[in-house]
C-alpha cells in the first residue's frame, strides 16, 4: 500500500505570491480556475504567482514538422534548455479535446507520438471552438498543435508574456492577389504576447510581411547578435535577407525593458523580436533562395495553398538540400529559446524592481491591468477574458487567497522574512507489515527477510532538511522563502508539486537539467515493524556533487543570492547539504544584508564543512572570523554533530589562532576549570562526555549554540556582548556560567557566557513515537521563525520551549514535519 504524507490532498492549485488576487491584476498574469476546455499545470500556475520566468513553447513544429521519436527528442531538449537557462517551460497543445499550457512528459509523447496522422489539428485562433467543441466521426476528442496564433492566445491567457519558437508566418509571395496572410500576424497585433523567433521563414515576401505587421501596429527588431549598425531581418536558414529590420535590439536586457515599458503602457499588441540563426549554421542566401523557388513551383504545382502551403514548402526545401536545413532548424529554434527565457529572467527582475518603486498619488496602480483597443468589450476592467472563467471573471480585487495549509499568521504573498537554503527530497519510509493473522511466513524477529520481497507499508513524503525547517517556519507563522535545487525527474516533478500545494514558494527551488546527471534527492528507509530502521539508504548528492556545480554557481549568482539581496530578510538558515565553496557564499551574501544566520549542520560528516570554507580570494582575513564578527550566529547540532565540528576545529588548528584566544580569555572562565559550574547548570553526565565544554570552546565562531540532547532536553550556549541588559537581570543571574574579568569589555565586546540546560517539553513514550525523521529540523524551523515573528529584539532562549513542542509533534506524526504545528502558534 502506498500512501502519501505531507502532501495535502487538494489537487487543485490556487494562485498565490505576490499576487493580491488572481483576477484583479493582469499583471499577477493568471486565472484562478482551470475548465473543462482549458487546464493549466500547476508547475506553470505556481511560476507565474511566483513572478519566475516562464517561456511559451508551440506543439506544430512536434506535430506537424518533426517525425517521432525525433519530435519528441525536440521537446525535451527545449524544455531542458529552459530550465537550465534559469526559467519554466510552458509547452502548449490540445490533448483529448483540452487546451494545456505547461504539459507533463507523459503528455507531450501522447500528443506527438501521432504527429503527421490525418486527424491531427494544426490550431490557430479560429479553430479553438471546433477543436475543443466538438469530436471526430468516431466520438473520440480532437489533438492539435498550437501554430504560433494559436499558442500567444493560450499563453496570454495563463499569463506568459515569452514565447520562442522558429520562424514566424508571414505574407506569402502573390499575397497581394492570393491575400494569403498567416494569422500570426494579425494575433500579433491583438494579443500581447513578445514571440522570439528566427524572423519569418524565407520563402515569404518580407518586406510585406513587415509592412503587414507595422499596420497592425506591432514592434519588430532584431537582436544585434554581435553586430555593429543597421542589420537586416532574419530569414531563418539565413542571418541575412537583404531587408533592414525596423529596429537593432542590442541584447536581451534592452529585449526586456522594451517589452517592460510596453505592457506598463496596456498595450494589447504584441512584439516580435527576430533573433538570427547562430553564425555557424547559417545557410548560403543563393542556395536557399535556388531551393525556395524550386519548392515554390513545386507547390503552385500540386496546388498547395493556404494552411497546406507551408508544410509542402518546408518538405521539398528538406528534399533539395538535404539535412543541411533540418541541422539550421534544430539550431535556430534552440538560439531562440535560449534567448527567449534570457529575455524572460531580465523582464521578471525589471517587474520585481519596478515593484519597489514608490509610487505617486496620481500614478495609476498598475497600468498594465487596463484592456484598450476594440476588443475591449471581450474582457474585465481587471483585464482577464470574460471567458476565461464566467463564475469568476468579474471578481474584483480582494485579499490574498490563503490555502487551507497556510498559517492564519501569515498570508503567501507576503515578503518573506525567513530564507532557507538546503536540500529538498523526497522521503520514502517502508515499513514492514504483518501479514492478517500474525507474523509474516517464517518470519520471527519482526524485520523484513533479506533477499525477497516483503510486504510494507510505503509512505512518500517531502523531506530534506532545508524542506524540513522551512515546512516548519513557515506552519510555526513565518514567511519563508526555500532555495534549493531538484533533477529534472518525476521524483523532482513530485516534489515541486507538493511544496506548492503546501502554499510555499517554488520561485527559488531551481530544476537542474536532465544532461547535467544530476536527481532529486532522495532518501529510503527501511524499518521492522516496529518501525525501527533497519537499512537506510540516501542520494543527496544535487548540491554538491561535480555535476551540478556550475549550474549550481549559475544558480547562485544570478538567482537565488539576487532574490536574497532584493527581499532582505531578517533569517537565513543554511543546511550544510552545500559545498564548502557555496555554503561560504552564502554566508558571505548574508553578512551583507545583516541577517541572523542559523546553521543546521546535517549529519556528523558534512557539520564539518563550516569549518572547511576556502579562504576569502586576495584577503588577508581568517575564511572564519570570530566573535563580534562571526559568520554564523547560531547552530543546532546533536552531540554526535557538536563533537565532529569541535574534533574538526581542533585539528584544524582553530583553537591556536590568537583571535580564538583572545574571545575565549575575555569569557572570565577560571584558569581552574568551571567543573562544578557546569555540573550545576547541566548535569554531571553531560560535563563527563564533555558536552558543555566543547560548546564553550566553539563559542568564538559560532556565538549561539542549540545542542540537542534527545530526551536530556536543549542546552544552549551563548556567548553575550559586553553592554547586554542580561549579565545584569537577576531573571537570568541562575544561567550565567561567566562574566568578562580581564577588562577587555570595550575593546573585545565579550561580556560573558550564559548557559542553560532546557528539560525535554515532554516525556514520549516508546509507542508514542512515529517517526524521528525531521524532528531535528522541526526544532530550528520553529526557533527561527519564533525569532522572525518578534524581530530584532528576539532573544534564543525566548522560542527554545514552543520549538521543543514543536518537535514533539513531529516525533508523534507520520509526516517529516507535522502539521499539528499550526496549534502551536
Not at 462 to 489: E, F, I, K, P, T
Not at 747 to 752: A, H, L, P, T, Y
Not at 793 to 819: C, H, I, Y
Request: glycine share 10%.
Amino acid at each position: 500500500m502506498l500512501r502519501t504524507t505531507w502532501l495535502p490532498s487538494s489537487r487543485c492549485l490556487r494562485l498565490t505570491g505576490r499576487t493580491r488576487n488572481c483576477l484583479g491584476n493582469v499583471d499577477a498574469r493568471g486565472i484562478t480556475t482551470n475548465s473543462r476546455v482549458f487546464q493549466v499545470s500547476d508547475e506553470v500556475r505556481q511560476a507565474v504567482s511566483d513572478r519566475r520566468p516562464i517561456v511559451a513553447l508551440e506543439t506544430t513544429i512536434y506535430t506537424h514538422g518533426f517525425p517521432y521519436p525525433d519530435n519528441l527528442a525536440l521537446s525535451s531538449h527545449l524544455e531542458s534548455l529552459v530550465r537550465k537557462h534559469g526559467g519554466v517551460p510552458a509547452t502548449i497543445g490540445i490533448l483529448n479535446g483540452v487546451a494545456r499550457v505547461g504539459m507533463s512528459e507523459r503528455e507531450i509523447d501522447q500528443l506527438v507520438a501521432s504527429a503527421h496522422d490525418p486527424n491531427m489539428l494544426k490550431i490557430s485562433r479560429r479553430d479553438f471552438g471546433f477543436a475543443l467543441g466538438s469530436k471526430d466521426p468516431y466520438g473520440k476528442a480532437f489533438n492539435g498543435g498550437t501554430t504560433i496564433a494559436g499558442t500567444m492566445v493560450l499563453a496570454h491567457m495563463a499569463g506568459i508574456k515569452v514565447f520562442a519558437t522558429g520562424g514566424l508566418g508571414g505574407v506569402h509571395r502573390g499575397g497581394e492577389t492570393t491575400m494569403d496572410i498567416s494569422a500570426d500576424l494579425t494575433e500579433l497585433g491583438r494579443t500581447p504576447v513578445a514571440v522570439i523567433s528566427s524572423g519569418c521563414k524565407a520563402f515569404l515576401d518580407l518586406p510585406r510581411t513587415l509592412e503587414y505587421l507595422e499596420t497592425q501596429g506591432v514592434a519588430v527588431g532584431t537582436f544585434a547578435d554581435g553586430r555593429e549598425g543597421d542589420v537586416d531581418f532574419p530569414a531563418f536558414w539565413t542571418r541575412e535577407s537583404g531587408v533592414p529590420s525596423p529596429k537593432v535590439i542590442r541584447d536581451e536586457q534592452e529585449a526586456a525593458e522594451i517589452l517592460h515599458a510596453h505592457g506598463l503602457l496596456g498595450l494589447q499588441s504584441g512584439l516580435h523580436f527576430a533573433n538570427p540563426i547562430p553564425e555557424k549554421h547559417s545557410l548560403s542566401k543563393d542556395v536557399m533562395e535556388a531551393a525556395i523557388h524550386e519548392a515554390l513551383d513545386s507547390a503552385k504545382l500540386a496546388g498547395s495553398v493556404g494552411a497546406a502551403a507551408t508544410p509542402y514548402i518546408l518538405n521539398k526545401i528538406k528534399e533539395v538540400t538535404g539535412e543541411n536545413s533540418v541541422t539550421a532548424n534544430k539550431a535556430l529554434v534552440e538560439g531562440n529559446v535560449i534567448r527567449g527565457t534570457k529575455v524572460a529572467a531580465a523582464l521578471t527582475k525589471l517587474e520585481a524592481d519596478e515593484e519597489t518603486r514608490p509610487k505617486g498619488s496620481n500614478q495609476v496602480e498598475d497600468a498594465s491591468r487596463v484592456v484598450v483597443g476594440p476588443g475591449a468589450t471581450n474582457f474585465t476592467s481587471s483585464g482577464v477574458s470574460k471567458g476565461v472563467s464566467p463564475a469568476t471573471a468579474n471578481a474584483q480585487p480582494s485579499t490574498p487567497h490563503k490555502t487551507s495549509n497556510s498559517t492564519a499568521n501569515v498570508t503567501p504573498d507576503s515578503q518573506p522574512n525567513v530564507f532557507v537554503a538546503g536540500s529538498l527530497a523526497i522521503d520514502l519510509s517502508c515499513d514492514y507489515a504483518i501479514k492478517p493473522g500474525g507474523l509474516a511466513t517464517g518470519d520471527s524477529t519482526l524485520r523484513p527477510a533479506a533477499h525477497t520481497s516483503n510486504p510494507a507499508e510505503i509512505t512518500q513524503s517531502l523531506g530534506g532538511v532545508g524542506g524540513n525547517v522551512a515546512r516548519a517556519a513557515q506552519l510555526m507563522g513565518a514567511g519563508v522563502q526555500l532555495c534549493s535545487a531538484v533533477g529534472d525527474d518525476l521524483a523532482g516533478k513530485a516534489a515541486l508539486q507538493g511544496l506548492s500545494e503546501t502554499g510555499m514558494s517554488t520561485q527559488c527551488v531551481q530544476t537542474l537539467p536532465a544532461e547535467s546527471g544530476t536527481r532529486t534527492a532522495q532518501y529510503v528507509a527501511v524499518n521492522d515493524s516496529n518501525r525501527d530502521l533497519v537499512i537506510g539508504m540516501a542520494d543527496m548528492s544535487i548540491l554538491d556533487s561535480a555535476d551540478s556545480a556550475s549550474t549550481i554557481d549559475n544558480t547562485l549568482e544570478h538567482h537565488w543570492l539576487p532574490e536574497l539581496k532584493r527581499n532582505k530578510p531578517g533569517h537565513l538558515v543554511l543546511d550544510a547539504n552545500w559545498s564548502p565553496p557555496h555554503l561560504y557564499r552564502w554566508l558571505e551574501a548574508g553578512r551583507e544584508i545583516g541577517a541572523h544566520i542559523s546553521h543546521e549542520p546535517v549529519s556528523t560528516a558534512k557539520s564539518t564543512r563550516l569549518f572547511s570554507i576556502p579562504k576569502p580570494t586576495n584577503s588577508q582575513d581568517q575564511p572564519l572570523p570570530v566573535f563580534p564578527s562571526p559568520l554564523v550566529d547560531l547552530a543546532t547540532p546533536n552531540t554526535h554533530e557538536l563533537t565532529s565540528l569541535y574534533n574538526h576545529a581542533r585539528s584544524a588548528g582553530l583553537f591556536d589562532r590568537a583571535d580564538w584566544w583572545t574571545i575565549v580569555d575575555s569569557m572570565g572562565l577560571p584558569s581552574t576549570g568551571s567543573r562544578v559550574q557546569l555540573s550545576l547548570l547541566t548535569t554531571p553526565a553531560l560535563v563527563d562526555e564533555g558536552i558543555p565544554q566543547q560548546t564553550l570552546q566553539l563559542l568564538p565562531f559560532i556565538p549561539s549554540i542549540c545542542t540537542k540532547l534527545g530526551s536530556q532536553g536543549v542546552l544552549l550556549t551563548q556567548l553575550l556582548p559586553a553592554d547586554d541588559e542580561r549579565l545584569t537581570s537577576g531573571e537570568y543571574n541562575p544561567f550565567i556560567l561567566s562574566r568578562c574579568a580581564n577588562g577587555t569589555e570595550e575593546s573585545v565586546g565579550v561580556g560573558g557566557v550564559y548557559m542553560r540546560l532546557f528539560p525535554a517539553a515532554e516525556e514520549v513514550k516508546a509507542e508514542d513515537v512515529v517517526s524521528v525523521n525531521g524532528v531535528g529540523d522541526t526544532f530550528l524551523g520553529a526557533l527561527v521563525a519564533g525569532m522572525a515573528r518578534k524581530g530584532k529584539e528576539a532573544r534564543v532562549e525566548e522560542f527554545v520551549e514552543v520549538a521543543q513542542r514543536a518537535a514533539v509533534e513531529t516525533l508523534r506524526s507520520g509526516e517529516s514535519v507535522s502539521p499539528g504545528l499550526r496549534g502551536l502558534v
